[in-house]
């Protein structure tokens, strides 16, 4: 069993920045990667970025690129998702999940509760 639990999101003005953290407890080390989802109101569930669990390698969606960067701490099991030059368009709840496939919804087999991001003046 994995557990999730995402912090760090809020009401932050365009252009400014946030940073979310999803804490892991469990057996993390047996999924490939941990990444990020968001969901806009009215709008699928979508893609933000991942990480490997390995090496490190980090995966972006194209809408993200240049502004977000994941990062992760093994020691504390936590991986975190710097969020820079954001954008009302960003305003979404963002998920934190660990599973087996990158960018794919169904890669992932546990995720967090959510935390919200509103980006707005």
């Known amino acids: 069993q994995v557990h999730l639990v995402e912090s760090g999101g809020g009401l932050v003005q365009p252009g400014g920045s946030l940073r979310l953290s999803c804490a892991a407890s469990g057996r993390t080390f047996s999924r490939n990667f941990m990444g990020w989802f968001r969901q806009a109101p009215g709008k699928e569930r979508e893609f933000v970025t991942a990480i490997s669990m390995a090496g490190g390698t980090a995966i972006y969606a194209d809408s993200v690129k240049g502004r977000f960067t994941i990062s992760r701490d093994n020691a504390k099991n936590t991986v975190y998702l710097q969020m820079n030059s954001l954008k009302p368009e960003d305003t979404a709840v963002y998920y934190c999940?660990?599973?087996?496939?990158?960018?794919?919804?169904?890669?992932?087999?546990?995720w967090g509760q959510g935390t919200q991001v509103t980006v707005s003046s």
């Open positions: 999940a660990v599973g087996f496939m990158p960018t794919i919804e169904n890669g992932y087999d546990y």
